[in-house]
């Protein structure tokens, strides 16, 4: 490509909607162009990058045994109702209706489907296992659309859907699937980490996340110090204290006037706050208060707290709803008695075994010391859902967890029987018997994973593209368009290059070096050819990395070409090592 008619229209100055690095950059390096909140239209550039990860997605996932099809973005409710995900997926699931009052979703993932499809196609054992994927726009109404292609309303994604006759079949594809996100992640360069995952809408009990790791990551991950344990921060646990081998004291109602946080209890009592307990009142499913008890000084992980209670969703309870519903307001709650009161009771792992604890009394400006889990009170359930952080203890060998940030570009599910069982995707095994199928289903961000490339490489001029999915991997400058020889020697290297299968872009425009050298570092090719009058002379090249400007290379005119098609070459299969 010819710079000079090339539909690049850089910038200087950085869009004031632009909040992270990537979404500057690729703003200002005309690789997208935003048309409404959360939609962008992908320019000439953004697009060679995206093609390029779909390239590799696409001939990783062949390797893998999958089956590329594509499937309609427009989805008939009928076919989310069967899963009950209709009403389930809430506001971000897009619906329409056509002419005739029909109702439509416009497709966010495609279990649904996908499932349809096989239930119809594949009848026999002798069909399984499959696994179909395809590459196609999903439509998401997020409620904070933000950093550009990061996390919009219309993305790209990559869904494969694996098929099997029984769960150890399924654990087969699972892994297979997992394995080739590795190899997706490598080739393209990333720096990345695969962590346990909370399964949310999709479903199924087995998940992980591929998180690149960026410190603008809108995901944290909790990590192992010491082996290889990783969660996101949803699902993240970690080893609880033992339990306190003490006497039961009796259980005393204690005045604790104008005293509201852990703090300040523990202060006037003169304890830790790691021995109080809190309860923290939630509305689960828009319906029935439930109370989460906790140890005074952790923090609740909702996702976690969800999951225990079985719930879709939960919220806060206001203060009003507290005082009604308890009697006392806000600070005051307590386990004990609260079950009496018609309010489900779930203490976490941190909270079940303390001795001799504070809680609230549900009266105003009174707590319990003495309480004792069992002696005082009775829960409905033991669960884990703390908040795991930064000097816990690790919950498989005890070492030290630590925290960092994390872009999620991918995610494997194990799904089990959750939608084969509620669309009846059946099939005859060998005796002739019907059988579910056991599922698993796998997606990529692909227009996530050029965004988070970018997040991952760049400097402070711009983007330092790997060369796997640079938008053009080669940059001939030419300094002055108006040295004849310079210009020739140029056309000539261009053209060997390409015809080498180099995605070569020659910068021929009639401008000042300055601004061409400033949008090589913005738009950031990985190597740069420099053509200058003064080395020229000498029979001088200058090739130069755009990851390591200060290193130039000068090379003999005639061994450029050669030079850069082994560069090229090695760097792009060195990733899949
Ligand atoms: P997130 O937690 O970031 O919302 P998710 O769990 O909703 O992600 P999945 O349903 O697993 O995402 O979708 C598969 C992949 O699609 C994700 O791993 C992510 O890379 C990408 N993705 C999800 N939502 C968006 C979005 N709004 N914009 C761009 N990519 C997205
Ligand atoms: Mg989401």
Not at 141 to 149: C, M, N, S
Not at 427 to 433: A, F, H, P, T
Request: aromatic share 8%.
């Amino acid at each position: 490509m010819r710079f000079s008619s090339a539909l690049i229209n850089t910038l200087r100055e950085t869009p004031k909607e632009a909040e992270t690095v990537a979404h500057k950059f690729m703003l200002r390096a005309c690789m997208i162009k935003k048309l409404g909140a959360g939609i962008y239209d992908w320019m000439p550039l953004g697009f060679k990058s995206l093609q390029k990860v779909i390239s590799i997605i696409r001939e990783e996932m062949n390797k893998a045994g999958a089956q590329e099809v594509l499937l309609p973005v427009l989805s008939p409710a009928e076919l989310w109702k069967e899963t009950g995900r209709w009403n389930v997926y809430g506001k971000e699931l897009m619906r329409i209706k056509d002419r005739h009052d029909n109702e439509f979703a416009l497709g966010p993932t495609h279990e649904e489907v996908i499932t349809d499809l096989v239930r119809r196609e594949v009848n026999s054992y002798k069909q399984l296992p499959i696994n179909l994927y395809q590459i196609q726009g999903k439509f998401r109404d997020e409620i904070r659309p933000r950093f550009g292609v990061m996390r919009s309303r219309e993305f790209l994604m990559k869904d494969a859907y694996s098929f099997d006759r029984d769960e150890e079949g399924a654990m087969k594809s699972y892994k297979n699937m997992f394995e080739t996100y590795v190899k997706i992640c490598k080739r393209i360069g990333f720096k990345f980490r695969a962590v346990e995952a909370d399964s949310g809408a999709i479903g199924g009990n087995l998940s992980s996340e591929f998180m690149v790791l960026a410190e603008t990551g809108e995901d944290t991950i909790i990590y192992c110090e010491q082996c290889e344990y990783a969660a996101n921060m949803e699902k993240a646990s970690f080893k609880k204290d033992p339990v306190v081998d003490a006497a039961e004291e009796p259980l005393t109602k204690v005045h604790t006037p104008n005293i509201r946080t852990v703090e300040e209890l523990a202060a006037f009592l003169g304890k830790k706050p790691e021995e109080t307990a809190k309860t923290i009142l939630y509305i689960v499913d828009g319906k029935k208060m439930a109370g989460a008890v906790i140890r005074g000084d952790r923090e609740i992980n909702e996702v976690k707290l969800k999951n225990a209670l079985g719930a879709s969703e939960i919220r806060l309870a206001t203060p009003e709803e507290i005082l009604e519903k308890t009697g006392a307001p806000v600070g005051f709650a307590g386990p004990i008695n609260l079950r009496e009161k018609g309010i489900r009771l779930a203490v976490d792992e941190t909270a079940a075994y303390l001795k001799n604890t504070v809680t609230g009394g549900n009266e105003n400006d009174y707590h319990y010391t003495g309480v004792n889990r069992g002696r005082d009170y009775q829960e409905n359930l033991i669960a884990d859902f703390a908040v795991a952080k930064k000097g816990d203890k690790c919950p498989k060998c005890g070492g030290a967890l630590n925290e960092q940030k994390g872009i999620e570009m991918g995610h494997v599910f194990f799904l089990g029987n959750k939608y084969s069982k509620s669309m009846k995707a059946t099939y005859l095994d060998e005796s002739g018997k019907s059988k579910e199928m056991v599922m698993g289903c796998y997606g990529i961000g692909v227009s996530r994973v050029v965004a988070a490339s970018i997040e991952q490489n760049n400097d402070e001029n711009g983007i330092i593209w790997p060369m796997a999915i640079a938008p053009y991997e080669v940059n001939i400058i030419v300094v002055n368009a108006k040295y004849k020889e310079g210009m020739d020697y140029c056309e000539t290297l261009y053209k060997e290059l390409k015809e080498a299968g180099i995605d070569v872009i020659m910068d021929d425009r009639d401008i000042s070096p300055g601004v061409k050298f400033k949008d090589a570092d913005l738009i950031g090719f990985p190597l740069r050819v420099v053509v200058g009058e003064k080395n020229f002379v000498t029979g001088q090249v200058e090739v130069s990395y755009r990851r390591d400007p200060k290193n130039r290379i000068m090379l003999d005119k005639n061994s450029v070409a050669g030079e850069i098609i082994n560069i090229v070459k090695s760097e792009k299969t060195g990733n899949t090592k």
